[in-house]
Nanobody
Framework: QVQLVESGGGLVQPGGSLRLSCAAS????????MAWYCQAPGKQRELVAS???????YYADSVKGRFTISRNNAENTVDLQMNGLKPEDTAVYYC?????????WGQGTQVTVSS
């Protein structure tokens, strides 16, 4: 069984930065693709960024150049550094762990970008 625990959300002004962290339990972390998703009110959950077990990266067009995803296999953590935040980035952000056959979600952390 895998548990994912997110931290680092909060309220920030436009143009500000936040760093989200996700800590994973279990032994499959290093073999998994890790990702961050977001879900704004009234919208579907969507992929923000992902990093594969081999280090391949993906970013949604809306966050390219502003967000950076990174992982630490020794500590079973994945981070999302968010710079240049915009009001439209406001959402609940979820950590996701996926293998070929399994997927797990964290409980989510709220990010609010407002002046």
């Amino acid at each position: 069984q895998v548990q994912l625990v997110e931290s680092g959300g909060g309220l920030v002004q436009p143009g500000g930065s936040l760093r989200l962290s996700c800590a994973a339990s279990g032994s499959i972390f290093s073999r998994s693709t890790m990702a961050w998703y977001c879900q704004a009110p009234g919208k579907q959950r969507e992929l923000v960024a992902s990093i594969s077990s081999g280090g391949s990266l993906y970013y949604a067009d809306s966050v390219k150049g502003r967000f950076t995803i990174s992982r630490n296999n020794a500590e079973n953590t994945v981070d999302l550094q968010m710079n240049g935040l915009k009001p439209e980035d406001t959402a609940v952000y979820y950590c996701n762990l996926a293998t070929w056959t399994l997927t797990y979600w964290g409980q989510g952390t709220q990010v609010t970008v407002s002046s």
